[in-house]
T-cell receptor, first 113, second 111 residues
Framework: SQQGEEDPQALSIQEGENATMNCSYKTSINNLQWYRQNSGRGLVHLILIRSNEREKHSGRLRVTLDTSKKSSSLLITASRAADTASYFC?????????????FGSGTRLQVQP | DGGITQSPKYLFRKEGQNVTLSCEQNLNHDAMYWYRQDPGQGLRLIYYSQIVNDFQKGDIAEGYSVSREKKESFPLTVTSAQKNPTAFYLCATGLRNTEAFFGQGTRLTVV
C-alpha cells in the first residue's frame, strides 16, 4: 500500500521560481524523508525530518512536517534547470513491527530554463 | 569506494524463465530492501531483510524470492510465477530511523 501520496503529480515552473510539493500519509511515523530521482536512475536522499520536528532546512530545501494533519511539504527555493527530477516522500513507521520505508507516487518537477 | 552496486543494469527475460538480480553493499548496513518501480509510478516494496538469514515480505512479494546468506548481498529472483515482471528494480540499504542508500537500478524486460 502507498503510505505517502504526493501532490501535485506534476509541476512545471520557470528557473528562479520556488517549487512546493506536498505529501500526505496515513499512519504514525518515526520520520519522513524526501528523495530525488533523475530519470532512469536510483534515488538520492535529500532530507529527513523526525516526528518531533516541525521544520528543517538544507541549502535551498525547506521541509515542514505537521503530524496532526499527517502531511509534509518540500520547498525548493530559487529553482534551477538541474532541479528537474521526480521527488518522492517516504515514511519510516511502525506497523506490527518496524518495516521498510514506504514511498509515495512522486511529483515530477520540470524547471524551464 | 563505498556504496551499493546493482547488476546487471539491463536484463532481458524470456517467458517462463527465472532471473536473478544482484545487489551488493559495502556500507556494513544490516538492512537491505528491494523495490519495484513501474513507469511514472512510485516505489513498491517487494522484500526486505533486517539481518542475515532473515527477510520479510513486502507489499508485492508474489512471484519473487530472496536470500540473505551474507550481510553484503541480497539477491532477488524473479520467478516465472511473476506474470508482469517488466519494471525497474531498485535495491537499497539502511539503518532503522535513518536514510536509505539506493543502487542505480536494474531494468528488466520480458522478451
Amino acid at each position: 500500500s502507498q503510505q505517502g501520496e504526493e501532490d501535485p503529480q506534476a509541476l512545471s515552473i520557470q528557473e528562479g521560481e520556488n517549487a512546493t510539493m506536498n505529501c500526505s500519509y496515513k499512519t504514525s511515523i518515526n520520520n519522513l524523508q524526501w528523495y530525488r530521482q533523475n530519470s532512469g536512475r536510483g534515488l538520492v536522499h535529500l532530507i529527513l525530518i523526525r516526528s518531533n520536528e516541525r521544520e528543517k532546512h538544507s541549502g535551498r530545501l525547506r521541509v515542514t512536517l505537521d503530524t496532526s494533519k499527517k502531511s509534509s511539504s518540500l520547498l525548493i527555493t530559487a529553482s534551477r534547470a538541474a532541479d528537474t527530477a521526480s521527488y518522492f516522500c517516504a515514511t519510516d513507521a511502525w506497523d506490527t513491527g518496524w518495516r521498510a520505508l514506504t514511498f509515495g507516487s512522486g511529483t515530477r518537477l520540470q524547471v524551464q530554463p | 569506494d563505498g556504496g551499493i552496486t546493482q547488476s546487471p543494469k539491463y536484463l532481458f527475460r524470456k517467458e517462463g524463465q527465472n532471473v536473478t538480480l544482484s545487489c551488493e553493499q559495502n556500507l556494513n548496513h544490516d538492512a537491505m530492501y528491494w523495490y519495484r518501480q513501474d513507469p511514472g509510478q512510485g516505489l513498491r516494496l517487494i522484500y526486505y531483510s533486517q539481518i542475515v538469514n532473515d527477510f520479510q515480505k513486502g507489499d508485492i512479494a508474489e512471484g519473487y524470492s530472496v536470500s540473505r546468506e551474507k550481510k553484503e548481498s541480497f539477491p532477488l529472483t524473479v520467478t516465472s510465477a511473476q506474470k508482469n515482471p517488466t519494471a525497474f528494480y531498485l535495491c537499497a540499504t539502511g539503518l532503522r530511523n535513518t536514510e536509505a542508500f539506493f543502487g542505480q537500478g536494474t531494468r528488466l524486460t520480458v522478451v
